[in-house]
């Protein structure tokens, strides 16, 4: 018989502590995919975040290294240019990413730093129990805004990808979303250019993922799916930005 | 200075390089004594960086490594500082250090470290040159802290003056390392001012 599915070599047999229907199941078997196919399991150094993926390490099958909250590119830059022959990765969340690592990332992108980064964005905090994030949207619900956020409290949802696409040493950032069986495929698609452009030392690439968390949405699998595709693409547009 | 990376390096952990007010200001000339020959040799067997079958090099020929300090299942988190404590004690066991200074016949010691060790010194020169027994402990680790420093084998003086740039940072490990069975005064000064040899001499001649 032939074998047509497996799971991939860089991806631990194990059982993920994510909620049902969380995204981060999905993007780290993306990247573990697309690491298989580039041959790079035993070449690449994957930096994880604080927040619900910072035990990504537990699922890839591949040496990891923990970063404090927000800094995982500053601790990717390290990694890097101590090995520049490796490929080197971060995987963080919006709160990681845009909120408390604003500052290393835009500095490590402004560099130019030649790092992959997977930025999976669910517009909320989901470990510490869905607060308001700099990427949640006007209107949305959540345990930090009650009422729902509001431009003159809150301020606007952060589109951290469309200001790092401004810098010049950024050369490519894409967003995509793991709502449909289509656009997963064009993530892998994005990912894999991200990874390649490492290898091809183009510099800084950015995948963003908008993402999906019932749990802290306060939906249904499905119905958070669907909130991706019709509400959250609105503010966070599809495609290549750069 | 130079032994704190290697530090660092061979117990993989931070170590701290303490400055203060007066050493970031002032400069002075320096002798880099560059070791040769036998010296070298020890000194590079000495240094020689710790092996590292924990470095994220990419997993090629072993099982992935990962570096953190995050342990969600009950038990690990514990068992990781198990693991620490061990090798805190063996950081104290091994790398406490400190100058003493006539510290046998002392029956008046001056426990300072950094800028006010040096102060201390000269004060310590200036009662010995008045007939009065003084001595110095400076610290040159504060963590470890050098506590056997301060044992009645070591030192048994029965009066103490720390002497700090500051309200007493160090003053509580002293007091900690001799128990109770001394006399232990302070002198110190803060923001930018620092007790003048005039002024620890006269507090020590009190003791």
Request: glycine fraction near 8%; proline fraction near 5%.
């Amino acid at each position: 018989m032939r074998k047509i599915f497996s799971r991939p070599e860089s991806l631990r047999n194990a059982v993920t502590h994510y909620c049902p229907g969380c995204g981060h199941g999905i993007a780290h078997r993306l990247v573990a995919e697309v690491i298989d196919t580039l041959g790079l399991r035993e070449k690449v150094i994957g930096v994880a975040p604080v927040g619900c993926a910072v035990v990504a390490y537990d699922y890839w099958n591949f040496d990891c290294c923990e970063a404090a909250h927000g800094r995982a590119l500053a601790v990717a830059t390290a990694i890097k240019r101590c090995r520049p022959d490796r490929t080197v990765f971060t995987y963080q969340g919006d709160g990681d990413l845009a909120a408390i690592g604003t500052n290393e990332t835009i500095h490590a992108a402004n560099r130019g730093e030649n790092l992959t980064v997977i930025f999976v964005n669910n517009a909320i905090y989901g470990m510490t129990g869905g607060q308001m994030a700099p990427t949640t949207l006007l209107g949305q619900v959540t345990s930090t805004t009650p009422l729902g956020r509001q431009a003159d409290l809150q301020g606007y949802p952060l589109k951290i990808s469309e200001l790092l696409a401004a810098l010049p040493g950024v050369k490519y950032v894409e967003r995509r979303g793991l709502f449909s069986p289509q656009e997963i495929i064009r993530a892998k698609a994005a990912i894999h250019l991200a990874f390649d452009n490492q290898l091809k030392k183009n510099g800084f690439s950015l995948v963003e993922l908008l993402s999906p968390c019932p749990t802290y949405w306060g939906m249904s699998p499905v119905a958070a799916m669907d909130w991706i595709k019709d509400t959250m693409v609105k503010e966070f547009p599809l495609g290549r930005i750069k | 200075m130079f032994s704190a990376f290697d530090l660092a390096d061979n117990y993989r952990m931070p170590a701290m390089i303490l400055g203060d007010g007066m050493l970031g200001q002032v400069m002075e000339p320096l002798r880099v004594r560059v070791p040769s020959g036998a010296a070298a040799k020890k000194y590079a067997k000495a240094a020689l960086l710790a092996s590292k079958p924990w470095a994220l090099t990419g997993c090629a020929g072993r099982k992935p490594n990962v570096v953190k300090s995050f342990y969600l299942k009950d038990g690990d988190l514990e068992e990781f500082n198990l693991r620490l404590q061990k090798k805190y004690s063996l950081v104290r066991a091994k790398e406490t250090r400190y100058e003493g200074m006539m510290l046998k016949d002392a029956d008046l010691v001056l426990v300072a470290y950094g800028t006010m060790a040096r102060i201390c010194a000269a004060v310590v020169r200036q009662l010995r040159s008045e007939g009065k027994k003084a001595g110095l402990i400076r610290p040159v680790t504060l963590w470890p802290f050098p506590a056997e420093a301060f044992l009645p084998s070591v030192s048994p003086a029965r009066a103490y003056l720390v002497a700090e740039m500051s309200y007493g940072q160090m003053l509580e490990d002293v007091k900690l390392a001799l128990n109770g069975r001394a006399r232990v005064n302070f002198i110190g000064r803060a923001g930018g001012g620092f007790p003048r040899e005039e002024a620890i001499a006269a507090e020590a001649r009190k003791l």
